[in-house]
Nanobody, 121 residues
């Protein structure tokens, strides 16, 4: 059984910073790409940032220059440093990872439960 657990959400004022973490645990053979998604009320879930096992990164245009994605491969953990936060960043943030549980198995998508980020004065 594989679990992804996010932490680090909360309430922050505009211009502030937060750091999200996502820890993967369980029967894990390898983790390929890891992603942060977010979903605001009444909107579709959207990808925010992506990081490969080789640490290549990609960002949504709306967060480029403000957010930094990183990961610690030995710890199976991913992070999202969010700076210069804006009210429009308010959403539930989800981590997602493509994981193999055995050398001969397929790669499947796993999701965390989500963590609320609210940017408001």
């Amino acid at each position: 059984q594989v679990q992804l657990v996010e932490s680090g959400g909360g309430l922050v004022q505009p211009g502030g910073s937060l750091r999200l973490s996502c820890a993967a645990s369980g029967s894990i053979y390898s983790i390929n790409a890891m992603n942060w998604y977010r979903q605001a009320p009444g909107k579709e879930r959207e990808v925010v940032a992506t990081i490969t096992f080789g640490l290549s990164t990609d960002y949504a245009d709306s967060v480029k220059g403000r957010f930094i994605i990183s990961r610690d491969n030995p710890k199976n953990t991913m992070y999202l440093q969010m700076n210069s936060l804006k009210p429009e960043d308010t959403a539930v943030y989800f981590c997602n990872a493509r994981i193999k549980v055995s050398p001969w198995g397929s790669t499947n998508d796993y999701w965390g439960q989500g963590t609320q980020v609210t940017v408001s004065s």
